[in-house]
């Protein structure tokens, strides 16, 4: 009996030394948890921001898109316009400038062709004289 009474005062001794061990361990724990916590609540913030940001990224991208094609669409309609304006020009002779040129009072029409290339060629935006073609 003696020896049982001993065991159990021992175990009740080494359960004291246990419970504190289990004490220190338990607020170890409970910090982790309260950081992880923590850090939790931060990564959240950063995926909420996150999200955020890739909807607005998204609808940059969607409108840079659109606007893409509209201006793709507008460069097929103005490319055959090009290559005929440009067929039409390749079929200028020096010639028919020369005449154009002689005019001493040309049609409107020819004076508003002439400004244009002007305009175009030259960047000139006030001198528009007719002798200035």
Partial sequence: MKSTTDQVEALQNLLKVKMVDVGIEKEKTDELIEIVGRESLDAEKEA???????????ALTN?????????????AEAI?????????????????????????????????????????????KRNHAWNSS
């Fill in 48 to 58: 909420d921001a996150a999200a955020v940001q890739e909807e607005e990224v998204t």
């Fill in 80 to 124: 055959p316009a090009m290559e005929r304006a440009t067929e039409a020009v390749n079929c200028l002779e020096v010639k028919s400038i020369q005449e154009l040129k002689s005019l001493a009072n040309p049609p409107v029409q020819c004076v508003d062709v002439a400004k244009a290339v002007l305009i175009l060629k030259n960047g000139e």
């Fill in 63 to 75: 409108d840079a898109k659109a606007e893409k094609a509209a201006a793709d669409a507008e460069l």
